[in-house]
């Protein structure tokens, strides 16, 4: 756990659009966790303004716009399997801090995670046996040009595999090694060794392929970020740039067989890791306008590239499927 002054004004600006929200904002249904946690559900980070903002919740899978469970566990970024939750949490003192924790489904902790930095990105393996978390070490957006990350990957219960950047980074045939290279946003294939992730430097984006036996990661497309591999291991849904601004990203759908990209029907840029809900379609968090800066909802698209973006779960973020 580090503390971070410098993110003490995004803090204050974010708990004044909170409160500023909170007066006009509809309430939200609300259901037992009992009730919850007895069938496959979404959890996520609750973003309805009030005291409950920021607090780990859930929803049946079935009804994801329907009444949540709100916990009373704050994170900024959060992710689940069916034992543990992993959980980025900050302190929003007059000197921020921040860690990583992981922990069972009464959200007790059992494990900190070494972490520096501001929340970023979290991951689960598929079967639980790895968690990943990425901060930002300088800046916090992925819109600058200047920003550093740090990327670990811990077994649950284990030591440390440490960051990413100790791995070995293969470039066309070639070990590198770049100064300015930064890693980010894991997804696990089912394995529990091959992994993908965003390498960057030299102001350019790669996907990477990694063996977490072989401590070895391999490039394989350029403008790459924030990468999830869907739950059959055939397509890998992320941002890519293109000819967009600065910050600016389109989601698209990476055939790794053949390599084929389709931009999804989500033109709205969308500055997060997608989770998928199936093998067809993946969600992903949007804030509101510019007059609701604090409140975000989960949206779901087709991987298809046809279709509409849907609303699927109001006033959230941060969403991981449980089943």
């Not at 600065?246 to 055939?255: A, E, F, S, T």
């Not at 604090?294 to 991981?320: C, E, F, H, M, N």
Request: with cysteine; glycine share 6%; charged share 15%.
């Amino acid at each position: 756990m580090i503390a971070l002054g410098g993110a003490l004004a995004y803090l204050v600006v974010s708990r004044n659009d909170q409160k500023t929200v909170a007066q006009h904002a509809p309430s939200v249904a609300q259901a037992s966790t009992a009730t919850i946690e007895a069938q496959p559900r979404i959890v996520f980070r609750n973003s309805s303004p009030g005291g409950l903002y920021g607090m780990v919740a859930m929803v049946s899978l079935a009804n994801p716009a329907g009444p949540r469970a709100i916990t009373t566990t704050s994170c900024e970024r959060v992710y689940a399997t069916q034992q543990h939750v992993l959980c980025l949490s900050s302190d929003r003192g007059l000197v921020a801090t921040y860690g990583a924790h992981i922990l069972d489904n009464e959200m007790r902790q059992t494990q900190a995670l070494p972490f520096t930095g501001i929340p970023s990105r979290a991951r689960f393996s598929r079967d639980g046996t790895y968690a990943a978390t990425t901060s930002f070490t300088s800046s916090d957006s992925y819109a600058s040009m200047t920003f550093s990350t740090r990327t670990v990957i811990t077994p649950v219960d284990g030591q440390t595999l440490g960051s990413l950047e100790n791995f070995t980074l293969i470039h066309d045939g070639k070990s590198i090694k770049p100064v300015d290279r930064n890693y980010w946003g894991v997804t696990f294939a089912a394995n529990d060794d091959t992994f993908y992730a965003t390498v960057r430097w030299s102001n350019h984006t790669w996907l990477v392929r990694g063996s977490i036996a072989q401590r070895k990661m391999v490039t394989l497309h350029e403008d790459a970020e924030c990468p999830s591999l869907s739950p059959d291991g055939t397509h890998i849904v992320y941002k890519q740039r293109g000819n967009l601004p600065l910050g600016k990203w389109r989601l698209v759908n990476y055939d790794i067989a053949s390599g084929k990209i389709t931009p999804l029907a989500e033109t709205r840029s969308v500055d997060d890791q997608v989770e998928w809900l199936d093998n067809a379609d993946v969600m992903y968090g949007l804030p509101r306008t510019t007059s609701q800066p604090a409140i975000t909802d989960v949206w779901s698209v087709p991987t298809t590239g046809t279709g509409q973006p849907k609303l699927l779960i109001p006033q959230a973020s941060s969403p991981a499927v449980v089943r």
